[in-house]
Nanobody, 131 residues
Framework: QLQLVESGGGLVQPGGSLRLSCAASGFTLDYYAIGWFRQAPGKEREGVSCISSSDDGSEYFSDSVQGRFTISRDNAKRTVYLQMNNLKPEDSAVYYC???????????????????????WGQGTQVTVSS
């Protein structure tokens, strides 16, 4: 059974850093594209960063995090990471990882959270950026 578990969230001051992890089990991570999404109270879920399967390795970042966040995957450890630097209060949200077996582009994956099956999401980890 496909399972994703996020960790690494917490409270951090503006300008600080956090690294989120998404541990995968129950499927072969190598063949899946992975995305990080976030949802703040009262807002829609948005794609933050997506990375394609190992064959391609292409990456996408939303404009709001470009230059501050990086995404990486360690297929041997079955884990995907989101390194978040220079955090801002507007980055506060619940962060989710999700996977898709087939995508057109990583940008499309990040823009189409609604087509990702319910069972392909983690439970989320809270990130709060506040002084």
């Amino acid at each position: 059974q496909l399972q994703l578990v996020e960790s690494g969230g917490g409270l951090v001051q503006p300008g600080g850093s956090l690294r989120l992890s998404c541990a995968a089990s129950g499927f072969t991570l190598d063949y899946y594209a992975i995305g990080w999404f976030r949802q703040a109270p009262g807002k829609e879920r948005e794609g933050v960063s997506c990375i394609s399967s190992s064959d391609d390795g292409s990456e996408y970042f939303s404009d709001s995090v470009q230059g501050r966040f990086t995404i990486s995957r360690d297929n041997a450890k079955r884990t995907v990471y989101l390194q978040m630097n220079n955090l801002k209060p507007e980055d506060s949200a619940v962060y989710y990882c999700a996977v898709r077996r087939w995508i057109t582009t990583v940008q499309a994956m990040c823009g189409e959270a609604h087509v990702i099956p319910n069972g392909h999401w983690g439970q989320g980890t809270q990130v709060t950026v506040s002084s």
